[in-house]
């Protein structure tokens, strides 16, 4: 800082005292005001990446397909066996009491579908009132078979293979507002995004992100009291039953209370460490308030801030408190410990000369030091993930808060105090970092040898990383969350969803509009003459008559024996004949396309129109003929044809969807190589163009994210470098003292990389940004060191007693910060959320190894080196 700005600080600032206390203490009145408007996040978009072009398809597939909230709860009877009437009683009962849980639409379970096998139906009595479970004299046994060997719909997603677990699906009420919201935002957002927007674009974009952001909020609530209905009436039915619950709703709701407890247990924990920390360090009652004013006041500005700025903490960013905690303390230190030697050295010195003289020489490394550290968290907004950009913008603000608070609180609260007996007694910290200097010295040239060879060990250890996590690891295997999600893949078919979509290929689709040859399978044309039995022409017995066509109505084959009239609709039947899909031939090899699906390892229950096929196939013992299959559309009871037709097929039968459930906890799951293994088979075993071929679903989402993760760590790694070395050379105004700040926390980050890579820990959510911060913090102590061993050299221009000097006075403040930072990322352990656990047992390791590359490698290099330093 020139001299002309920092004596505008001091007649400003140091001046009047009191002024800034009065003024601090109205804002800290008005960021306690606005706190009360902090909220928590946890929605679905902290998983993908926020320009993904596959997310606007999937939402686009979502609109087409509808779609509503749901909750499953597994059910494993513990008294008696599943298929018996009394367990049979218990789930009906369970079933009925959910039934009453506010807006719930229905629970639909395997008391509700209609018994096809047990014993076997024919087509007509589809149209009529079908059996079911709850139906007397219904053989269990035989129902038994049907639903974990016989019938493929059921099998693997209603009933596990054992038999003995089975699923309630609870289907909320759609919000339709909640929907409107969500899409009127997203579609200003990409409209934003191709610069369609102008200015009054651009407040519709921003009122309308507002207006989603609070029913958000209002919705969020709204389900934690469903969730907590539904988790008491499962609480009633424990005693016969093993419950587990799970959903999204439920996912959702559970990491928001995962935050509120880390907010919670960090910020209790970092300041009772921080306390005790303070006490046994400096061992006065002043050295303990002073700093943990500055700490408490700089939370609550941010916390205040973040409220008046609706900006909602997400996972990521919820150890945001601990992260202002540690920084702001590491801050008040520096300028505690300088504060102390200063007394130490002119004992008879004013309070105020103190204050000055502290302010005057920790003022400019303090600033660059929160500007490293700034660096190093904005470089997380070019990652593309939102929690991610919004973790490090929050931090970026709450840092420039913590400098300004720490140089405007320090001076305004040790004013009013006398500056008391200078410290007495045994040093031992002193001590201790003099002991690294003599080692430094001793040892140096093995210091550098061992440098490299860790340097290069850990770039081995890099190139081993990977990306490939499980969603299920993200959770402690003692939450329902885990245990749901293992309950389901075992059991019930899988958890994370993959939507395959294979759309009509184009000549065909036009060939149902437009008189035009038609193409095959293969997209090869067929002409007038050709074999395609639906082609039109007069081979095809049933092509001048068709059953269903408006002039030539088939006669009801069923209308003199007194049975009930169908309770299908035209409009139904008429569509599915219509459909490009929905023809023998076709569907034959959407079942081919199934069993293929089936047959991954990594998947489990797969869905598709060629499921209720292969029903309809069993039920009529064989292949079905063109005929069959159109009263079959006829016969299709509404509700039936809304649970397995409309959600594989597009209204205007062009387009099929195919469920699959990929197995999250399989250990040797790779959601990458899955995707175009499938993607690349449908095309070269299949015939299938792939224009007509889309893979969608939150497991695409899901694995973008996961691939995006070494860009994003190249990225940031690339900013962060670049940005601080320009502010070393700015600041040291020497290229090789700049690049020999570098050197302690790039090995410090290499070393926690390659430790990923060597002991198999993948890149994830949290992972990512601790190579960015670690070298944006562990810089600051080497911006503190560099500095002073540029004020200690000119005594005697001897760089081993320079660095003895060093390690005697700012050593100690480096040492008493790291340790604390150490610790308080370490408290990050106790999270319920596994990603920000390794993050905090990292990042600590990454700090510990940058104090030791401080108090060690550093002051090797400079005296090996021996650059000359200039302070700008």
Same mark, same amino acid.
């Given at each position: 800082?020139?001299?002309?700005?920092?004596?505008?600080?001091?007649?400003?600032?140091?001046?009047?005292?009191?002024?800034?206390?009065?003024?601090?203490?109205?804002?800290?009145?008005?960021?306690?005001?606005?706190?009360?408007?902090?909220?928590? $996040?946890?929605? %679905?978009?902290? +998983?993908?990446?926020?320009?993904?072009? &596959?997310?606007? *398809? #999937? /939402?686009?597939?979502?609109? =087409?397909?509808?779609?509503?909230?749901?909750?499953?709860?597994?059910?494993?009877?513990?008294?008696?066996?599943?298929?018996?009437?009394?367990?049979?009683?218990?789930?009906?009962?369970?079933?009925?009491?959910?039934?009453?849980?506010?807006?719930?639409?229905?629970?639909?379970?395997?008391?509700?579908?209609?018994?096809?096998?047990?014993?076997?139906?024919?087509?007509?009595?589809?149209?009529?009132?079908?059996?079911?479970?709850?139906?007397?004299?219904?053989?269990?046994?035989?129902?038994?078979?049907?639903?974990?060997?016989?019938?493929?719909?059921?099998?693997?997603?209603?009933?596990?293979? $054992?038999?003995? %677990?089975?699923? +309630?699906?609870?289907?909320?009420?759609? &919000?339709?507002? *909640? #929907? /409107?919201?969500?899409?009127? =935002?997203?579609?200003?957002?990409?409209?934003?995004?191709?610069?369609?927007?102008?200015?009054?674009?651009?407040?519709?974009?921003?009122?309308?992100?507002?207006?989603?952001?609070?029913?958000?909020?209002?919705?969020?609530?709204?389900?934690?009291?469903?969730?907590?209905?539904?988790?008491?009436?499962?609480?009633?039915?424990?005693?016969?039953?093993?419950?587990?619950?799970?959903?999204?709703?439920?996912?959702?709701?559970?990491?928001?209370?995962?935050?509120?407890?880390?907010?919670?247990?960090?910020?209790?924990?970092?300041?009772?460490?921080?306390?005790?920390?303070?006490?046994?360090?400096?061992?006065?009652?002043?050295?303990?308030?002073?700093?943990?004013?500055?700490?408490?006041?700089?939370?609550?500005?941010?916390?205040?801030?973040?409220?008046?700025?609706?900006?909602?903490?997400?996972?990521?960013?919820?150890?945001?408190?601990?992260?202002?905690?540690?920084?702001?303390?590491?801050?008040?230190?520096?300028?505690?410990?300088?504060?102390?030697?200063?007394?130490?050295?002119?004992?008879?010195?004013?309070?105020?000369?103190?204050?000055?003289?502290?302010?005057?020489?920790?003022?400019?490394?303090?600033?660059?030091?929160?500007?490293?550290?700034?660096?190093?968290?904005?470089?997380?907004?070019?990652?593309?993930?939102?929690?991610?950009?919004?973790?490090?913008?929050?931090?970026?603000?709450?840092?420039?808060?913590?400098?300004?608070?720490?140089?405007?609180?320090?001076?305004?609260?040790?004013?009013?105090?006398?500056?008391?007996?200078?410290?007495?007694?045994?040093?031992?910290?002193?001590?201790?970092?003099?002991?690294?200097?003599?080692?430094?010295?001793?040892?140096?040239?093995?210091?550098?040898?061992?440098?490299?060879?860790?340097?290069?060990?850990?770039?081995?250890?890099?190139?081993?990383?990977?990306?490939?996590?499980?969603?299920?690891?993200?959770?402690?295997?003692?939450?329902?969350?885990?245990?749901?999600?293992?309950?389901?893949?075992?059991?019930?078919?899988?958890?994370?969803?993959?939507?395959?979509?294979?759309?009509?290929?184009?000549?065909?689709?036009?060939?149902?509009?437009?008189?035009?040859?038609?193409?095959?399978?293969?997209?090869?044309?067929?002409?007038?003459?050709?074999?395609?039995?639906?082609?039109?022409?007069?081979?095809?017995?049933?092509?001048?008559?068709?059953?269903?066509?408006?002039?030539?109505?088939?006669?009801?084959?069923?209308?003199?024996?007194?049975?009930?009239?169908?309770?299908?609709?035209?409009?139904?039947?008429?569509?599915?004949?219509?459909?490009?899909?929905?023809?023998?031939?076709?569907?034959?090899?959407?079942?081919?396309?199934?069993?293929?699906?089936?047959?991954?390892?990594?998947?489990?229950?797969?869905?598709?129109?060629?499921?209720?096929?292969?029903?309809?196939?069993?039920?009529?013992?064989?292949?079905?003929?063109?005929?069959?299959?159109?009263?079959?559309?006829?016969?299709?009871?509404?509700?039936?044809?809304?649970?397995?037709?409309?959600?594989?097929?597009?209204?205007?039968?062009?387009?099929?969807?195919?469920?699959?459930?990929?197995?999250?906890?399989?250990?040797?799951?790779?959601?990458?190589?899955?995707?175009?293994?499938?993607?690349?088979?449908?095309?070269?075993?299949?015939?299938?163009?792939?224009?007509?071929?889309?893979?969608?679903?939150?497991?695409?989402?899901?694995?973008?994210?996961?691939?995006?993760?070494?860009?994003?760590?190249?990225?940031?790694?690339?900013?962060?470098?670049?940005?601080?070395?320009?502010?070393?050379?700015?600041?040291?105004?020497s290229l090789p003292v700049a690049l020999i700040s570098m050197v302690p926390s790039l090995v410090s980050a290499a070393l926690v990389l390659g430790l990923m890579g060597w002991i198999g820990l993948p890149l994830d959510l949290m992972t990512i940004t601790i190579t960015a911060i670690s070298i944006g913090i562990a810089v600051d102590d080497t911006i503190h060191y560099i500095h002073r061993f540029h004020e200690e050299l000119p005594n005697d221009n001897d760089y081993v007693a320079t660095m003895k000097r060093c390690h005697g006075s700012i050593g100690k403040a480096m040492y008493y910060t790291s340790l604390t930072i150490i610790a308080g990322f370490s408290i990050l352990s106790l999270s319920s959320f596994n990603p920000t656990v390794y993050f905090g047992l990292l990042t600590g390791l990454a700090m510990l190894v940058a104090l030791l590359s401080n108090l060690t490698l550093l002051p090797a290099l400079l005296i090996t080196v021996k650059p000359k330093l200039r302070a700008g």
């Amino acid at each position: 800082m020139t001299h002309r700005l920092f004596s505008a600080y001091c007649r400003v600032v140091l001046a009047h005292p009191v002024f800034w206390l009065v003024l601090l203490a109205l804002a800290c009145g008005f960021a306690g005001w606005q706190a009360r408007h902090f909220q928590i $996040d946890a929605s %679905t978009d902290s +998983l993908v990446l926020e320009d993904d072009k &596959d997310l606007q *398809y #999937y /939402r686009e597939v979502s609109k =087409r397909y509808g779609g509503s909230d749901f909750l499953v709860i597994t059910y494993t009877p513990t008294e008696a066996p599943l298929f018996q009437r009394d367990t049979l009683g218990h789930l009906q009962s369970l079933q009925q009491d959910l039934k009453a849980v506010d807006r719930v639409s229905s629970v639909y379970s395997m008391l509700d579908v209609p018994l096809l096998f047990s014993p076997q139906v024919e087509f007509s009595d589809l149209a009529n009132d079908y059996r079911t479970l709850t139906d007397s004299g219904v053989d269990l046994q035989l129902a038994k078979q049907e639903f974990t060997d016989v019938n493929p719909l059921y099998e693997d997603l209603l009933v596990s293979d $054992d038999g003995g %677990t089975t699923a +309630l699906l609870i289907t909320f009420e759609r &919000d339709e507002k *909640y #929907y /409107r919201l969500l899409h009127r =935002r997203n579609d200003l957002r990409a409209r934003n995004s191709s610069g369609e927007l102008d200015e009054q674009g651009q407040a519709e974009l921003e009122q309308a992100s507002q207006a989603f952001s609070e029913y958000n909020s209002q919705v969020q609530q709204r389900t934690a009291g469903e969730i907590q209905q539904v988790r008491s009436i499962m609480d009633q039915y424990r005693d016969q039953a093993d419950l587990f619950l799970g959903g999204m709703p439920m996912i959702t709701t559970d990491v928001v209370s995962f935050i509120r407890s880390d907010l919670k247990v960090f910020g209790v924990g970092v300041l009772i460490f921080l306390i005790l920390a303070l006490f046994i360090i400096f061992r006065r009652p002043r050295w303990v308030v002073v700093p943990l004013a500055c700490c408490a006041i700089t939370v609550l500005v941010v916390t205040g801030l973040l409220g008046l700025m609706d900006w909602k903490v997400s996972i990521i960013s919820s150890n945001y408190i601990s992260l202002l905690l540690i920084i702001t303390m590491s801050i008040t230190i520096h300028l505690t410990v300088r504060f102390r030697e200063l007394h130490e050295q002119h004992p008879d010195a004013s309070q105020s000369w103190l204050i000055r003289e502290t302010a005057a020489h920790m003022m400019r490394p303090s600033i660059y030091m929160i500007l490293t550290s700034m660096v190093g968290f904005s470089s997380l907004v070019i990652s593309g993930i939102r929690p991610v950009i919004d973790f490090g913008s929050m931090m970026t603000l709450g840092l420039a808060v913590a400098l300004v608070v720490c140089f405007l609180v320090f001076p305004a609260l040790l004013s009013p105090l006398s500056p008391g007996k200078p410290r007495q007694g045994r040093d031992i910290s002193r001590q201790l970092t003099l002991a690294f200097a003599g080692f430094t010295e001793r040892h140096r040239p093995t210091l550098l040898l061992v440098a490299l060879v860790v340097v290069a060990g850990s770039l081995w250890g890099v190139g081993k990383l990977t990306v490939e996590n499980r969603f299920i690891d993200y959770f402690q295997e003692d939450t329902e969350i885990y245990k749901g999600m293992v309950q389901i893949d075992r059991k019930l078919g899988g958890t994370t969803p993959l939507d395959i979509v294979i759309d009509a290929p184009q000549v065909e689709t036009k060939a149902f509009t437009a008189e035009q040859p038609a193409a095959g399978w293969d997209g090869e044309a067929l002409d007038d003459s050709a074999s395609d039995p639906f082609a039109g022409d007069s081979s095809d017995p049933f092509a001048d008559r068709d059953p269903f066509a408006d002039d030539a109505p088939v006669e009801d084959p069923f209308a003199d024996s007194g049975s009930a009239p169908f309770a299908t609709d035209t409009a139904q039947s008429q569509s599915l004949k219509d459909a490009y899909w929905f023809t023998p031939a076709r569907l034959a090899k959407l079942v081919e396309i199934q069993n293929y699906l089936e047959s991954l390892p990594e998947t489990g229950k797969v869905l598709s129109l060629a499921t209720t096929y292969e029903v309809a196939e069993k039920l009529n013992g064989g292949p079905l003929e063109y005929v069959q299959l159109m009263l079959l559309a006829k016969f299709i009871p509404q509700d039936l044809h809304k649970q397995l037709v409309s959600p594989y097929l597009s209204d205007d039968g062009n387009q099929v969807r195919i469920s699959v459930r990929v197995i999250d906890s399989d250990k040797n799951l790779n959601r990458d190589a899955l995707l175009a293994k499938i993607r690349n088979d449908l095309q070269n075993d299949f015939g299938l163009a792939p224009e007509q071929v889309h893979l969608t679903g939150a497991m695409v989402l899901y694995n973008n994210m996961l691939q995006s993760l070494f860009d994003s760590q190249i990225k940031t790694l690339g900013y962060v470098f670049a940005a601080i070395l320009v502010m070393l050379l700015v600041l040291f105004r020497s290229l090789p003292v700049a690049l020999i700040s570098m050197v302690p926390s790039l090995v410090s980050a290499a070393l926690v990389l390659g430790l990923m890579g060597w002991i198999g820990l993948p890149l994830d959510l949290m992972t990512i940004t601790i190579t960015a911060i670690s070298i944006g913090i562990a810089v600051d102590d080497t911006i503190h060191y560099i500095h002073r061993f540029h004020e200690e050299l000119p005594n005697d221009n001897d760089y081993v007693a320079t660095m003895k000097r060093c390690h005697g006075s700012i050593g100690k403040a480096m040492y008493y910060t790291s340790l604390t930072i150490i610790a308080g990322f370490s408290i990050l352990s106790l999270s319920s959320f596994n990603p920000t656990v390794y993050f905090g047992l990292l990042t600590g390791l990454a700090m510990l190894v940058a104090l030791l590359s401080n108090l060690t490698l550093l002051p090797a290099l400079l005296i090996t080196v021996k650059p000359k330093l200039r302070a700008g």
